[in-house]
C-alpha cells in the first residue's frame, strides 16, 4: 500500500534552515508528481510546491518562492523541501502528498516545524 512518512521538522529560529524529507513507497515514485502542502491549526491547507521527476518541472507558491526548494531521489524513493530563511509564518504541520489523476490522494502524517526565538 502506499506510504509517506515526512521527517525533518523541528524547532528553528528566524532566519535558520530545515531539510524536511518525505520517504515513499507502494508505487512508482518516479511516475508521479509529488508535492509539500501545510496546514496552520484553525487555518486551511497552503499548496508550496510540486515537482515532477526532474528538478526542471517545479512549482512554488508566492510565500516561499526564492526561500524553499523542492528536490527529489527517484532511486531512493525520497522527496525533499529545503527550506531557507524560515519566518515564523512558516510555522505549520508539513505534510508531503503523492498526485492522482485530479487530486491528492494519498498524504502523509505530517511533520511539525515550529519557527520561534
Known amino acids: 500500500q502506499v506510504q509517506l512518512v515526512e521527517s525533518g521538522g523541528g524547532l528553528v529560529q528566524p532566519g535558520g534552515s530545515l531539510r524536511l524529507s518525505c520517504a515513499a513507497s507502494g508505487f512508482t515514485f518516479s511516475s508521479y508528481w509529488m508535492a509539500w502542502v501545510r496546514q496552520v491549526p484553525g487555518k486551511g491547507l497552503e499548496w508550496l510546491s510540486d515537482?515532477?521527476?526532474?528538478?526542471?518541472?517545479?512549482h512554488y507558491a508566492d510565500s516561499v518562492k526564492g526561500r524553499f526548494t523542492i528536490s527529489r531521489d527517484n532511486a531512493k524513493n525520497t522527496l525533499y523541501l529545503q527550506m531557507n530563511s524560515l519566518k515564523p509564518e512558516d510555522t505549520a504541520l508539513y505534510y508531503c502528498?503523492?498526485?492522482?489523476?485530479?487530486?491528492?490522494?494519498?498524504w502523509g502524517q505530517g511533520t511539525q516545524v515550529t519557527v520561534s526565538s
Open positions: 515537482i515532477y521527476s526532474g528538478e526542471g518541472n517545479t
Open positions: 502528498a503523492k498526485a492522482g489523476n485530479w487530486y491528492y490522494d494519498y
